[in-house]
Nanobody, 124 residues
Framework: QAHLLEFGGGSVQAGGSLKLSCVGA????????MGWFRQAPGKERELVAG????????NYADSVNGRFTISRDNALNAVYLQMNSLKPEDTAVYYC?????????????????WGQGTQVTVSS
């Protein structure tokens, strides 16, 4: 089993940057595809970025592609989300997630563990 802890959220002006981190205990991160989701008030949780188990492949929502970068360090049991050129519409609670161990990519249907969430607020 894995426990995920997220940190790095906060408030920033539009155009600014934040870096989110997620660290875990339990099984090594290498057995999990990882991802970042976000949920804004009144909206469904959506996948922002995903990374496969060995970090070779990544995928991004169209709304953040080119601005956000997901990365991982399996030796540190950590996954990161670098967020640049932030926009007010990026405001949401961001969740780290680990995919089921038999899957190489994350989706809303194959999440095994969720982090507690960290708030990101982007002002105009």
């Amino acid at each position: 089993q894995a426990h995920l802890l997220e940190f790095g959220g906060g408030s920033v002006q539009a155009g600014g940057s934040l870096k989110l981190s997620c660290v875990g205990a339990g099984r090594p991160f290498s057995v999990y595809a990882m991802g970042w989701f976000r949920q804004a008030p009144g909206k469904e949780r959506e996948l922002v970025a995903g990374i496969n188990r060995n970090g070779v492949s990544t995928n991004y929502a169209d709304s953040v592609n080119g601005r956000f970068t997901i990365s991982r360090d399996n030796a540190l049991n950590a996954v990161y989300l670098q967020m640049n050129s932030l926009k007010p519409e990026d405001t949401a609670v961001y969740y780290c997630a680990a995919g089921r161990v038999s899957h190489d990519y994350v989706s809303s249907d194959n999440i095994e563990y969720w982090g507690q969430g960290t708030q990101v607020t982007v002002s105009s």
